[in-house]
Nanobody, 128 residues
């Protein structure tokens, strides 16, 4: 099992930036990907981005592409989600998740079912 903790959420004004951190511990040697998801009030949880453990390649949902960026520190088992030019539509609880599955297509890592372990989430609120 992999344990995950998200930090870095908070209140930010429209147009501002935040950096979320996902720290993994436990059986991290069997991870294939770390994903970020978000759930806005009254909406279903949606995939935001993921980073593949093997080579660090990443992808993003269309709604955040060009505004969000991923990076990682493999020594610290940490993944960072940098969020720029935030708008009210980005307000949500953000979750990171760990996948211990090797999937046929990387695009599947944008789906909740691809993940085995989840963090408790961190609230991001974009409001003036």
């Amino acid at each position: 099992q992999v344990r995950l903790v998200e930090t870095g959420g908070g209140l930010v004004q429209p147009g501002g930036s935040l950096r979320l951190t996902c720290t993994a511990s436990g059986a991290t040697q069997v991870l294939y990907a770390i994903g970020w998801f978000r759930q806005a009030p009254g909406k279903e949880r949606e995939g935001v981005s993921y980073i593949r453990n093997r080579d660090g390649s990443a992808d993003f949902a269309e709604s955040v592409r060009g505004r969000f960026a991923l990076s990682r520190n493999t020594v610290k088992n940490t993944v960072y989600l940098r969020m720029n030019n935030l708008g009210p539509e980005d307000t949500a609880v953000y979750y990171c998740a760990a996948s211990r599955r090797l999937l046929l297509s990387d695009s599947y890592y944008m789906n909740e079912w691809a993940y085995d372990d989840w963090g408790p989430g961190t609230q991001v609120t974009v409001d003036s």
